[in-house]
């Protein structure tokens, strides 16, 4: 309660606030895209290749399907998988480094030396050979990407555990004889949400980065299901005939991404408190590297 004010504050910024209502409305629409949706999005018609305007908002592709339709049902898909990798890979992440930082000797070492040994991977490759062996699929998705990311998460726990587990009042709490699993989950978990909210953000846009660039490839959500990515490579092949397809799918994954960047900055500055008050971070917060 005692950053409530500062979160406040920083979302009163023009900037925030544009990022914020957009992604509200992103979100609303993507929930909503059965009843958003004005047609079929799987649904092909005649009427192929059309300019925006009239019954169909933002025109049509070129096997006559609603590109509006397309592009809300892929925002609940694109969203489902990002949301669903994030929330994972938090999940393990905060576990495994709620683990490490309090634990002593070979369990210490395990976890860390695990956790390294999925950081030497790339990315991009390592997604690639786990798509390519289990097959695409948004379910393979949310785990590769959520096994991908952990680690992230298990550093950023890991670290603040070990200055966490320092202070008076941990050292307090173990002195009055409380236990381990209320010492992790009363009093060392709250100290470390700050930042790992900021690192959910963050993972979130890079999910989707990565979710669509794998889609791109045709190694991600499977047609005729619509996605950001699928959409992206269908517009890139009808690039000189009909540019506004490749435009409307490409600007909505910019637009989200960096509204979510810009999220994860708010955020870190009103949860940080070595942040000074009405300062921004040294080195603003962005996406991890997918290639």
């Known amino acids: 309660m005692s950053r409530l004010p500062s979160l406040l504050r920083e979302f009163r910024s023009p900037g925030t606030l544009a990022a914020a209502a957009f992604l509200g409305l992103l979100i609303v629409a993507a929930v909503l895209a059965p ?73 210490r070492m395990l976890t860390m030396r695990g956790i390294e040994v999925i950081l030497a991977f790339p990315p991009i490759v390592f997604a690639l050979l786990v798509v390519t062996l289990f097959g695409p699929g948004a379910l393979t998705l949310v785990v590769t990407m959520g096994i991908l990311f952990a680690p992230s998460f298990a550093r950023i726990v890991y670290g603040e555990v070990l200055t966490i587990s320092n202070l008076e009042y941990v050292q307090a709490s173990r ?67 009909s540019p ?26 009103a949860l940080d408190p070595r942040r000074g008050r009405g300062r921004r971070p040294a080195t603003p917060a962005k996406p991890l590297s997918v290639s």
Do not use: K, N
């Not at 169909?56 to 592009?71: A, I, K, P, W």
């Not at 898909?77 to 949301?83: E, G, K, P, T």
């Not at 381990?180 to 989950?185: A, E, H, P």
């Not at 506004?244 to 900055?265: K, N, P, R, W």
């Open 175 to 241: 002195v009055i004889g409380s236990s381990r699993r209320r010492i992790l989950g009363r009093v060392i978990l709250p100290g470390v949400l700050p930042p790992v909210l900021v690192q959910l953000s963050l993972t979130v846009a890079t999910a989707m980065l990565l979710s669509s660039g794998l889609s791109y490839l045709g190694l991600g959500v499977v047609p005729p299901t619509p996605s950001w990515g699928g959409m992206i490579a269908e517009g890139q092949a009808l690039m000189m005939q």
């Open 35 to 107: 009843w958003v949706a004005p047609y079929d999005p799987l649904a092909q018609s005649s009427h192929r290749l059309l300019s925006p305007g009239g019954a169909h908002l933002l025109g049509t592709d070129q096997f006559g399907r609603d590109v509006f339709s397309r592009l809300v049902t892929g925002a609940r898909v694109d969203l489902l998988v990002s949301f669903g990798a994030a929330g994972l890979a938090a999940f393990l992440g905060v576990s495994i480094g709620l683990v490490g930082g309090t634990s002593r000797g070979l369990v």
């Open 244 to 269: 506004l397809l490749l435009l409307f799918s490409s600007g909505v994954v910019v637009a989200t991404v960096l509204c979510f960047s810009v999220l994860a900055d708010a955020l870190e500055r």
